[in-house]
């Protein structure tokens, strides 16, 4: 069950070397953990390197920054993968741990199992301490890919909100996904806080396919996130703003028909839940 972890770090000074000596700690450790700096300006870049006699490996991209955040984190992450499979050609999995994540000592250990349980299971995740999980979408802070999904995807898309396109794209090409009852502890918050954020949500799943009654229906579910009511409208009216205009669509039609045939059979498996778990709540009453 041999596995390379990947971190891709910016500046993070404050949190790296909480998640480094998480990973190091792992009851199953990697073997080989590649870190890429994206360019910092702060400590990063000295205090990743003092964990090159522990087995570290450190990589600086200086290239251009793109002024869409997400796509310098998807070529760092493309690069670092290219770099894993020239130092450990035969790794079987890819654990991509985000810089501000802190895993417990077994996480790797447990969804190494589960996934050695589930040969068709492409991607996995724990789950953030204190947040909610739909049990199909892992969360991109601390996933753990199979080689041969990784392989089918050709690395992350550069786009924003890859890592939902990533999950999308995994079940279109066959593979399961899923998320495991393990916590992890996300040190920085990546909760949306400004009307910017909300913004940007509306228009990413709106490039990404996913149908305006989805985003409708997923608003009511954010409505008690900062700035409440306020940033779930402006998440809604974005998606419908770019519905109007009628953008360009990035990926094929083939792709838009799955994502809307995803997001249906994930809020019908949600409603069956819920349902099951109020009628069982009213039967102990």
């Known amino acids: 069950m041999s596995y390379v972890a990947l971190t891709v770090a910016r500046n993070e000074e404050a949190l790296i070397e909480h998640t480094i000596q998480s990973v190091l700690s ?41 002024e869409v955040k997400s796509y310098n984190m998807c070529r760092a992450i493309n690069i670092g993968h290219k770099l894993a499979s020239s130092i450990s050609p035969d790794w079987c999995f890819s654990l991509k741990v985000d810089a501000d994540s802190v895993l417990p000592a077994d ?15 492409g991607a996995i995740s724990g789950r953030i301490r204190g947040r909610k999980a739909v049990r199909t979408r892992p969360s991109d802070g601390a996933k ?37 009852d393990i916590c992890y ?4 918050t990546s909760k949306r806080k400004s009307f910017s954020g909300w913004y940007l949500t509306g228009a990413t799943r709106y490039y990404l396919g996913l149908p305006l009654w ?72």
Request: net charge positive; with cysteine; glycine share 6%.
């Open 185 to 188: 502890d996300e040190l920085r």
């Open 26 to 66: 792992q009851t199953i450790p990697p073997q080989k953990y590649i870190i890429i700096d994206d360019g910092s300006t702060d400590g990063t870049p000295d205090i990743i390197k003092s964990y090159r006699d522990r087995g570290v490996t450190y990589f600086r991209v200086n290239d251009e920054r793109h």
């Open 144 to 180: 753990l890919y199979r080689r041969s999904c990784w392989d089918a995807l050709g690395g992350v898309d550069y786009v924003i909100g890859f890592d939902t396109y990533a999950t999308i794209r995994c079940n279109q090409l066959g593979f399961e996904t899923f998320v495991s």
């Open 214 to 285: 989805h985003t409708f229906c997923v608003g009511f579910v954010y409505l008690n996130d900062k700035p409440y009511v306020i940033g779930s409208l402006i998440m809604f009216f974005t998606h419908l703003l770019h519905t109007f205009i009628g953008r360009k669509n990035r990926f094929d039609p083939d792709y838009y028909r799955f994502a809307r045939w995803y997001v249906l059979q994930e809020t019908i498996n949600r409603v069956r839940v819920l349902f099951h778990t109020t009628i069982a709540i009213i039967s102990k009453s």
């Open 107 to 121: 996480y790797a250990e447990n969804l190494l199992a589960f996934m050695n349980r589930h040969p068709n299971l």
